[in-house]
């Protein structure tokens, strides 16, 4: 029972992890249409946009380190019996992802973009 604990509570961080880099962005997009439009606060821009890479360069750093020690852990547990991976299980081919990953993340980042280009078109 121990051993499913830490990995919830790891699961629950990366998941707010991955809604704060959302959130982030999203706020990010909307700071730079609606506060940057106006002439006052165009002087903010290199401060916010040190704060936004600041803040992604933390939440991208620690979910490696949740990752890593993920994969640690696996690698620590005896490896159980399964049946032989098939061929497209086994290639990895662009930066360590499955096809259906790789499908996945093209089909999410497509969509935020999508999505971003409609929201800041529809701002003033």
Request: glycine share 4%; charged share 15%; proline share 6%.
């Given at each position: 029972?121990?051993?499913?604990?830490?990995?919830?509570?790891?699961?629950?961080?990366?998941?707010?992890?991955?809604?704060?880099?959302?959130?982030?962005?999203?706020?990010?997009?909307?700071?730079?249409?609606?506060?940057?439009?106006s002439g006052e606060l165009a002087h903010m821009r290199f401060?916010?946009?040190?704060?936004?890479?600041?803040?992604?360069?933390?939440?991208?750093?620690?979910?490696?380190?949740?990752?890593?020690?993920?994969?640690?852990?696996?690698?620590?547990?005896?490896?159980?019996?399964?049946?032989?991976?098939?061929?497209?299980?086994?290639?990895?081919?662009?930066?360590?992802?499955?096809?259906?990953?790789?499908?996945?993340?093209?089909?999410?980042?497509?969509?935020?973009v999508a999505t971003f280009s409609?929201?800041?078109?529809?701002?003033?």
């Amino acid at each position: 029972m121990d051993s499913q604990q830490p990995r919830r509570t790891s699961s629950a961080f990366e998941y707010f992890l991955y809604a704060a880099i959302v959130t982030e962005t999203g706020l990010a997009a909307i700071i730079y249409k609606v506060i940057f439009g106006s002439g006052e606060l165009a002087h903010m821009r290199f401060y916010f946009a040190i704060f936004y890479f600041a803040f992604l360069a933390w939440a991208i750093a620690q979910l490696h380190t949740l990752h890593r020690d993920r994969k640690a852990h696996v690698a620590q547990d005896p490896e159980p019996v399964r049946p032989p991976a098939s061929a497209n299980e086994r290639t990895r081919p662009l930066l360590g992802l499955t096809a259906g990953q790789l499908v996945i993340v093209v089909v999410v980042f497509a969509t935020a973009v999508a999505t971003f280009s409609w929201a800041l078109r529809l701002l003033p």
